[in-house]
């Protein structure tokens, strides 16, 4: 017997839907589903194209987008980028995704061989957002959760982070902080945060001692996509007393770093040869 019923109730449902369809919402999300690895920042134009559409179409999705915090123009090259702000749209799911069931393990070791809490975070302009954390087992002086905004001149995690940026990136990014002073450790002036961050580049780890909250200790190492860009940074943080420096330097350093070349390779990541 022929389906022509059948057909006909899907042709209706399709209808139906796309009766109820937003189709600006739908062209927004295609916009941003646009930005990947291969591709992490886009040209009006090149926007255009790939949607196969006139310029002119995308240009109010782009600025309500941008207005709305989710993407961002760099002012020189008039290029979007995502923000970290696309995190939101999805940060009910957050644990559920790869790279923080990746992660996990290592987060979990981390907490149980220092005794600290252990955590992951991005930077978003001039503030560290941790997406994954394993609290200290027992009382803990340190409080941070998934989804915690942190000011990234004043901690480990904000500091490496700043550090892997393109060097002439710098002192804009800490011009549009107002580097608040936390405690009286707390560093506030310009010329001595880039120093720094130029010796935290050099070494590769950053270790905060009572800048953020007075006698908590944080270490950091950053982790890197397959382009060599610091994408996130791994990090433990407990109390000074349980973190003194020299176990730091012994034990937790070492740790962190074997954790941040190991979900760096996650990414995609592979150390450059060294020369003989």
């Known amino acids: ?63 309500t987008l941008q207005s709305l915090g989710y993407l961002k123009q760099n002012e020189d090259t008039k290029r979007y980028e995502l923000t970290p702000k696309v995190l939101e749209l999805g940060f009910a799911y957050l ?20 005794g600290g809490s252990s955590h992951i975070g991005i930077l978003d302009d001039t503030a560290v957002v941790f997406v994954a954390v394993q609290q200290a087992r027992g009382p ?5 959760s998934v989804g915690s905004r942190l ?27 107002d580097l608040q002073s936390y405690t009286k450790d707390t560093k506030t002036m310009m010329t001595s945060i880039l120093k720094e961050l130029d010796v935290v580049r050099r070494q590769g780890y950053s270790v905060s001692s009572g800048e953020f909250e007075v006698g908590i200790r944080s270490v950091s190492a950053p982790i890197f996509d397959e382009s060599g860009r610091a994408v996130a940074a791994v990090s433990v943080a407990a109390h000074e007393s349980l973190l003194p420096m020299e176990r730091v330097e012994q034990y937790v350093l070492p740790a962190i770093c074997e954790s941040a070349e190991k979900l760096s390779a996650f990414y995609g990541y592979r150390q450059p040869q060294r020369r003989v």
């Open 1 to 63: 017997m022929p389906q022509v019923p059948e057909r006909r109730d899907k042709t209706l449902a399709k209808e139906e839907k796309d009766r109820y369809s937003s189709s600006s919402l739908v062209r927004g999300l295609e916009i941003l589903r646009l930005f990947r690895a291969e591709q992490p920042t886009l040209s009006l134009v090149e926007i255009a194209g790939q949607l196969g559409i006139s310029r002119t179409a995308p240009f109010r999705l782009l600025f």
């Open 95 to 114: 644990n559920t995704l790869q790279i923080t069931e990746v992660a996990r393990p290592f987060l979990e070791k981390l907490r149980d061989e220092t």
């Open 140 to 144: 803990s002086t340190v409080s941070v």
């Open 151 to 177: 000011p990234a001149h004043a901690t480990a995690v904000g500091k490496i982070l700043l550090a892997f940026q393109p060097r002439e990136q710098w002192e804009e990014l800490l011009l549009l902080s």
